[in-house]
C-alpha cells in the first residue's frame, strides 16, 4: 500500500506506472484504493463508476476497471456534502459530519472488494488518500491506516521532495502516528526529485536510520506525466499548448469529468485555457461548458461571475459553444430539481442557447457507448453518467446517435452544441474534423499515447528503483 505524507505526493502516478511495469513483466496487477474523493469518475466494466484515477491504473495493469477497484468514491456536491458512492452505485448525499461518523460501517465492503481482487491477481497495488499522518482522522478511517491494520497491507511511505521539508515530513509521520500504524510502514520514497540523485545520498540515510525503514529513491520527476488523465483539476496547467485554435473552459465550482480536455489539450493545433474565477472569459474558437457535479449550483456561480454575459457576448461574435452533461443541461433553457437531489428544491434558468429543458431525477445513467456524431460522420466511443431528463425541440437535431437513439442537440446554426457523451474527442477523426483547419496536419493518436506514456513511466520506475526489493516487501 502506497500512502502519502501528504495530497499529490504523485501515488496515483507510482502506483498506474509500478501496475504496468509488474505487467509487463508477465504478473496479474490490479490497483487498489479502499475510498477516494473526486469528480473525474470512470464507468466500469460492470456498469457502475469508480475514480478516473483507479480506472487509469486499472489500463496500465491491462485490465478492464470494475467497481472493487474503488469500493467508495466520495464525489462532493458541496462545502459539507458528497455524494456517496459505494460499488460503484450512489447510495445517497452525506454531510461531512455525518459521513466521517459512520463511514467506519463500510470497512467490511472495503475488505471484501479488496479480496476480491486478491484472489484474481498476483499482487494488489492499494492506494492511500490524503495524508496518512491525519491523526485527526484516525478514528472510522477506512482509507489508509484503519484498511491497511484490518487487511494486514504492508505500507510504502510517498513523500513528494519537491515541495520541501522532505525529511521532516518522514520522520514527523512516524512521531504522531499510532505505533502500530507505524509498524506496517515497510519502507520510505522519496518521489519527484530534479537534479543530481546523488545529493540526497545523506538525506536517505538520515531518513533511513530515523525511521529503521530502507529508504527508497530518490525517483526523479517525471516530466511526460502531463500526457496523462489528471485526478484534480487543479493539477492541470491554466493554459496548455501554443495552437492558433482556442479553447476556452470556465473552472466552476463542481467541474467533473475534466478528462473530456485531455485529447485537446495534447492536440498540437490547439491552446486549452483553464480560466479561474476572478477572471472574465477570453474570447475563443470555442468555449466549452464541462460536466458538473451540482449544474444548478455550478449555473449560479457562472451567473456571480459573469460568465454568462460572456458567454453569450462572444457567441454573438461567433465563438461556438459545446456543453457535456451538466454543461449540455446549463444552456437550455430551464433546470429543475423537484426532488432536490443535487441540493435544494427549485428551478434555475439556463443559457437560452438550446431549445431544451432538463428534469433532475435520482435516476443515474452510467454506460459505456458506441456512437456517431451528427456532425461529421465519425465514430465515437465515450460514456454516459449523469443524472436527469432532457426534453424539447432542440433534440430534433442531435449531436450524436448511439444506435437508433439519438444523443444531445445541436442548434439550427450548428454553432451551440450539447452532448451528454463524455470522452467525445478521444476520437481522433472527430477531434480534427470538429477542430478543422489547426488539425489539418495533425498526427496525434490519443489513445495510443495515453499508453505510451504508461510505459515510459514503467521504464523510469524500473530504472530509478529496485521492483525486486519493492516486491519482496509485499505479502
Not at 507510482?14 to 464507468?43: C, D, E, H, I, W
Not at 484490518?150 to 509521520?173: N, Y
Not at 537534479?195 to 525511521?211: E, H, Y
Request: hydrophobic content about 40%; some cysteine.
Amino acid at each position: 500500500m502506497f500512502m502519502g505524507t501528504g495530497s499529490d505526493v504523485g501515488k496515483s502516478l507510482l502506483v498506474a506506472g509500478l501496475a504496468r511495469a509488474y505487467t509487463n513483466r508477465g504478473l496479474r496487477v490490479a490497483p487498489f484504493k479502499p475510498q477516494n474523493m473526486s469528480n473525474n469518475a470512470a464507468v466500469t466494466a460492470d456498469g457502475g463508476e469508480i475514480g478516473r484515477a483507479q480506472a487509469l491504473q486499472a489500463r496500465a495493469a491491462r485490465r478492464q476497471p470494475i467497481t472493487a477497484m474503488n469500493p467508495v468514491l466520495l464525489k462532493p456536491e458541496g462545502e459539507t456534502g458528497s455524494q456517496l458512492v459505494v460499488r460503484g452505485r450512489r447510495v445517497g448525499t452525506y454531510k461531512a459530519r455525518e459521513y466521517w461518523s459512520e463511514r467506519h460501517k463500510l470497512l467490511p465492503q472495503v475488505c471484501a472488494a479488496h479480496q476480491e481482487l486478491a484472489a484474481d491477481a498476483d499482487v494488489v497495488l492499494v492506494e492511500g488518500a490524503g495524508s496518512a499522518s491525519e491523526v485527526n482522522l484516525r478514528f472510522g478511517d477506512i482509507a489508509n491506516f484503519g484498511f491497511a491494520r484490518a487487511a494486514d497491507v504492508p505500507v510504502v511511505l510517498v513523500a513528494d521532495i519537491e515541495r520541501g521539508g522532505v525529511i521532516a515530513a518522514m520522520v514527523g509521520t512516524f512521531a504522531v502516528i499510532d505505533p502500530d500504524d507505524a509498524a506496517l510502514i515497510a519502507a520510505t520514497l522519496v518521489n519527484k526529485f530534479q537534479g543530481d540523485p546523488q545529493l540526497f545520498d545523506d538525506g536517505k540515510q538520515f531518513i533511513a536510520g530515523r525511521t529503521n525503514r530502507p529508504c527508497l529513491g530518490p525517483v526523479p520527476y517525471f516530466a511526460e506525466a502531463g500526457r496523462l488523465p489528471a485526478e484534480d483539476i487543479l493539477g492541470l496547467p491554466r493554459a496548455s499548448g501554443s495552437g492558433a485554435y482556442h479553447v476556452v473552459v470556465p473552472r466552476l465550482p463542481r467541474i467533473s469529468n475534466f478528462d473530456d480536455l485531455d485529447p485537446l489539450r495534447l492536440e498540437p493545433g490547439v491552446t486549452v485555457e483553464i480560466v479561474e474565477p476572478g477572471r472574465p472569459l477570453p474570447f475563443g474558437d470555442l468555449i466549452i461548458l464541462p460536466g458538473s457535479k451540482s449544474t444548478r449550483s455550478d449555473l449560479a456561480a457562472l451567473r456571480r461571475q459573469g460568465w454568462d454575459i460572456d458567454i453569450l457576448h462572444h457567441h454573438r461574435m461567433g465563438a461556438r459553444i459545446l456543453g457535456i452533461c451538466g454543461g449540455f443541461q446549463m444552456l437550455g433553457h430551464t433546470v429543475s430539481d423537484p426532488e432536490g437531489v443535487e441540493g435544494s428544491v427549485g428551478t434555475s434558468a439556463g443559457l437560452n442557447l438550446l431549445d431544451v429543458d432538463t428534469v433532475l431525477g435520482d435516476r443515474k445513467e452510467l454506460r459505456v457507448e458506441q456512437a456517431v456524431s451528427a456532425l461529421t460522420g465519425d465514430p465515437l466511443v465515450g460514456y454516459h453518467m449523469h443524472m436527469g431528463v432532457t426534453r424539447g425541440h432542440g433534440l430534433d437535431r442531435p449531436f450524436a446517435y448511439i444506435g437508433a437513439a439519438a444523443d444531445g442537440a445541436v442548434s439550427p446554426d450548428a454553432t451551440v452544441m450539447g452532448t451528454y457523451l463524455h470522452g467525445v474527442f478521444t476520437s481522433d477523426s472527430f477531434r480534427r474534423n470538429f477542430i478543422g483547419a489547426a488539425a489539418a496536419t495533425s498526427t496525434l493518436n490519443y489513445e495510443a499515447t495515453v499508453d505510451a506514456t504508461l510505459d515510459a513511466l514503467a521504464a523510469h520506475l524500473e530504472h530509478h528503483l529496485d521492483l525486486d526489493q519493492l516486491l519482496g516487501l509485499a505479502r
